[in-house]
């Protein structure tokens, strides 16, 4: 889908009625950090935005036990929603229902308000996940509206929100980024957008991953050659940067190519992704047979090379439908108790990708109730296409439809195919859909086995649900950083990880000691004061962490130690991981609370795993420190660097224009300013590139 400068519209969803029965081309080149290119562009591998497809994981399926379900609580259930039933509207409406703690068990939606609620109060006829649901029901509170359509959309907007236990809930979800082409420079960037659509120019999209989009960016560049550099890094040229040196950019920051030249380069990219594409190959094809008879050879291989770059979008794309210009195709397996939801997208007649979702359901609920509930959370937040192909008949399709339609401004058809393209589309979408199930399912018991290693390792009563390691980063005490991350049954949750700027200045600079014991206990005095305040009897994500590993020593583990013993923490496991001798993987000491130290076997499994553990605290706290750092660095400019006086740093900022010229440059650079010795080079070169403990 294509779209102008304007704000999206902000669709609603769905829930279910309790009764109811491309791959893309691989960047070739990396860009080094240092290199003369506009760091914006480049994306770090710090830890702030991990990929969508990292964060998917399998959900607990919620127990569907019979225990704990007696005539007396389910009695005093329908009784209370019998006295609902007595004010309840015959329009259409939403109805929540909750328990003693106003927790929202269930929200849902009716054409009829009491003749739904009515259902719920008869003695027998019910499944025994509405039974459960029944038995916890202490209120229920109800809001009419206009019509069945505005019910359902906002039915979906509550359940995204409230996240009842009983209702099926769409997990990890995001808005999807975009290709903006911008409209408000006369040499137009290309780039990454994701949010609101309030800059001018022309968006592309959904992609399914910023991955996607990264790659067809770089893809498009060798393509089209637009540039994609910030509008500040452009004006502060004087010579072209590495992207056009590789091949990547036009040049029209410093004139290698005229206004006219660009706009037509601008054009073509814009026609590419806008479905254009045959037209546009035809032309460069034209273009290079002509520069052929010219004999031009130079400007023949530079369009040889662009039809190359293109041809290779579209062979990485995979399947790109003949019959079918915009479309979005929902494919649903389910298998061990789990749903899995494969997404492809389509627009402009190209595959823009897939993704996987996971959403949170019983194992009662069919497919069909699942895709209904998921279909519309899904759009709540995002425009809808003009066209919803399903692998599964939902039961409420053309109401879905719309509700969608409303929304959209547009016409959306919602069907399940029955021949030709269309259901080719269907059925590729529903063998990824099994086949991501399985390989999450292989993936969960893997993790599985290594979490059962470990608690056999360390002699822990059960295998950990939730593993919390903790590290620090500073440079000589400065910029100092505290990090967790968590890890489970699913692997890493990167959506749970956590920094913590150390705040406390009685501490001595760069006592590790001091700066564990800080960050331990903001986090468990945080953890107990939320579990004071918490219903014991709500079903969520564990919290409270079965084992923290600390990366250090006996030191630091005693440090941790403290804190917990003061917390009366007691049931925590602890370890710490000390690294082996000259830093050696494979040689690492384990320290346990009252235990020998242990030293796992080089090739073990559990001790690969936990030096995967250690390492990913490891990544995750540097790309923080270092992100900490660069903003210090950018604040207090040149002012912070030992022995640079007004005089030298008024001579860098004329020789290199701005500081991040300065930070990028090399010593040899740095030493042909006036006034900067080969020493102050140096200093100056070691002060931005420091590495931090």
Not at 19 to 42: F, H, I, K, L, Y
Not at 487 to 515: C, H, V, W
Not at 547 to 570: C, K, M
Request: one cysteine or more.
């Amino acid at each position: 889908m294509t779209s102008d400068s304007s704000d999206p519209a902000k669709p609603a969803g769905s829930g279910l009625p309790p009764g109811s029965g491309a791959n893309m081309p691989r960047q070739a080149e990396t860009v080094e950090a240092g290199q003369d290119v506009d760091p914006a562009t480049v994306e770090t591998t710090g830890a702030v935005e991990p990929d969508e497809d990292d964060e998917a994981r399998l959900p607990d399926v919620p127990d569907e036990s019979t225990d704990g379900i007696e005539e007396g609580p389910l009695a005093v259930g329908r009784a209370a929603i019998a006295r609902a039933v007595r004010h309840a509207p015959t329009s259409p409406g939403v109805y929540r229902m909750m328990n003693a703690a106003n927790d929202v068990l269930y929200v849902g939606k009716a054409k009829n308000v009491r003749k739904r609620l009515s259902s719920y109060a008869r003695p027998t006829g019910q499944v025994m996940r509405i039974a459960r649901m029944i038995a916890a029901t202490c209120t229920v509170e109800i809001v009419s509206t206009a019509t069945e359509t505005e019910a359902l959309l906002l039915e979906a907007n509550l359940i995204k929100q409230l996240r009842p236990r009983f209702n099926v809930q769409l997990r990890d979800d995001k808005s999807f980024p975009y290709i903006l082409i911008t409209g408000d420079h006369w040499a137009p960037q290309i780039l990454k957008h994701r949010g609101a659509q309030s800059r001018p120019g022309r968006y592309f999209g959904p992609f399914a991953s910023a991955g996607a989009v990264g790659r067809t960016i770089t893809a498009l560049q060798r393509a089209f050659l637009v540039r994609s550099c910030t509008d500040s890094f452009f004006e502060s040229r004087t010579r072209p940067c590495l992207l056009y040196q590789i091949k990547r950019c036009s040049g029209p920051c410093t004139g290698e190519i005229d206004f006219p030249g660009y706009t037509v380069l601008v054009r073509e990219a814009t026609d590419f992704l806008s479905g254009r594409s045959r037209a546009v190959k035809e032309d460069l094809a034209r273009a290079m047979e002509q520069a052929s008879r010219d004999l031009a050879f130079e400007r023949a291989a530079l369009y040889r090379d662009r039809l190359a770059a293109l041809s290779a979008i579209q062979s990485q794309q995979g399947i790109n439908p003949r019959t079918v210009e915009e479309a979005d195709v929902f494919a649903i397996h389910q298998e061990g108790g789990y749903s899995c939801v494969e997404v492809f997208f389509f627009r402009t007649g190209q595959n823009w990708g897939n993704r996987a979702y996971f959403p949170r359901a019983e194992k009662s609920f069919t497919p069909e109730e699942v895709l209904g509930a998921f279909l519309a959370q899904f759009y709540d937040d995002k425009p809808p296409p003009k066209l919803i192909l399903l692998s599964h008949q939902i039961e409420e399709s053309d109401l879905l439809a719309d509700a969608l339609s409303i929304k959209a401004g547009h016409k959306v058809a919602v069907f399940v195919p029955r021949r030709g393209e269309k259901k080719e589309l269907v059925a590729h979408a529903l063998t990824n859909a099994r086949e991501a199930l399985g390989r999450k399912l292989a993936d969960t018991a893997t993790q599985s086995r290594l979490l059962q290693g470990l608690a056999a390792a360390l002699g822990l009563p059960h295998s950990p649900r939730r593993i919390e390691v903790y590290d620090n980063s500073h440079i000589q005490g400065t910029n100092a950083v505290g990090a967790m991350i968590v890890a489970g049954p699913e692997g890493f949750l990167k959506n749970q990880y956590r920094k913590f700027n150390i705040r406390s200045e009685s501490l001595t600079p760069g006592d590790d000691y001091a700066m564990m014991r800080e960050v331990l206990e903001r986090r468990f005095k945080r953890l107990l004061m939320q579990q004071a305040a918490e219903d014991p009897e709500k079903e969520t994500e564990p919290q409270r962490p079965d084992l923290v590993i600390i990366d250090g020593g006996l030191g630091q583990l005693n440090a941790a130690r403290g804190i917990f013993d003061a917390l009366g923490l007691r049931e925590i496991s602890l370890m710490a991981v000390a690294k082996g001798p000259d830093r050696d993987a494979g040689r690492e000491t384990l320290f346990l609370p009252d235990r020998p130290a242990i030293k796992l076997e080089p090739r073990d499994p559990v001790l690969y795993f936990i030096q995967r553990l250690r390492d990913e605290a490891h990544r995750f706290v540097i790309g923080s420190h270092r992100k900490l750092r660069k903003k210090d660095i950018r604040e207090a400019g040149l002012q912070e660097v030992p022995g640079i006086g007004p005089a030298r740093k008024r001579a860098l900022l004329h020789h290199f224009g701005t500081l991040k010229e300065i930070e990028r440059a090399s010593v040899a650079d740095l030493g042909k300013v006036p006034g900067i010795s080969a020493e102050s080079a140096r200093r100056i070169f070691d002060f931005f590139h420091a590495r931090p403990a």
